[in-house]
């Protein structure tokens, strides 16, 4: 029998492939928001965490585990394509070389805290949804959402900024960052529910599915089991 996907499982795949791609280009800029300077990564990151949260309520562990991995490959296509692109001859008329590869180029350092952090948190996230879903037969989608989102981005960010900037900055900074950062992104998703509570619902009778995640096999690695 041949799987199938359907177009809203696909449109939410793409949406959180883009998200991560694009957080990883804005996170250069640092931004002011209330007072808080964090990296601009912030305006879209989270959102990929809202799409993991709706994935693994409406189509379970096994579907968002595939959407997770295929993000993480994207992502890395994406950052090769970019170092190529930095390494390759510039014309005579170009004349942003120096911003163009400020931009579009992290350190080896960065890159490898970020795809880590990534896979961890996202995992994470993943999982507490799934296990509290059932655990809760299925009611207060809310509370899991901010719990796995707490878990998930909480680990993003001390995996992240731990390898990243360890031994590089203060721990004591190192700390109110991670918090910061933790605090910040939890609050984003929980001024989203409202719309995220909506938009699955939605999804929900659309798709006609409501996935229990009973007796399967939480190993990010069992990419074939979808």
Not at 108 to 115: K, N
Not at 147 to 155: C, K, L, N, P, Y
């Amino acid at each position: 029998m041949r799987k199938q996907v359907s177009v809203s499982f696909m449109f939410f795949g793409l949406l959180f492939t883009v998200c991560l791609i694009v957080s990883n280009i804005v996170e250069q800029k640092l931004v002011t928001i209330f007072g808080i300077e964090c990296t601009a990564g912030l305006l879209i990151f989270p959102i990929s965490y809202i799409i993991n949260d709706l994935i693994a309520e409406v189509w379970g562990y096994r579907k968002v585990r595939l959407i997770i991995w295929n993000g993480f490959l994207m992502n890395f296509l994406a950052v090769i394509i970019f170092r190529i692109s930095i390494i390759a001859p510039a014309s005579p008329h170009f004349h942003n070389q120096q911003a163009y590869s400020l931009i579009l180029g992290n350190t080896e350092r960065i890159v490898i805290a970020s795809f880590i952090a990534f896979l961890v948190g996202s995992f994470l996230n993943a999982y507490v949804m799934s296990k509290m879903k059932v655990m809760q037969r299925g009611r207060g989608f809310s509370i899991r959402a901010v719990a796995s989102t707490i878990v998930g981005e909480g680990a993003d960010s001390l995996v992240f900024f731990t390898i990243a900037f360890s031994g590089i900055i203060p721990h004591h900074a190192l700390m109110i960052l991670i918090l910061t950062q933790t605090v910040l992104k939890t609050g984003y998703e929980i001024l989203a529910l409202p719309i995220t509570n909506i938009v699955v619902k939605w999804v929900k009778k659309h798709e006609e599915t409501d996935v229990y995640d009973r007796g399967i096999s939480y190993n990010p690695l069992k990419i074939n089991e979808v």
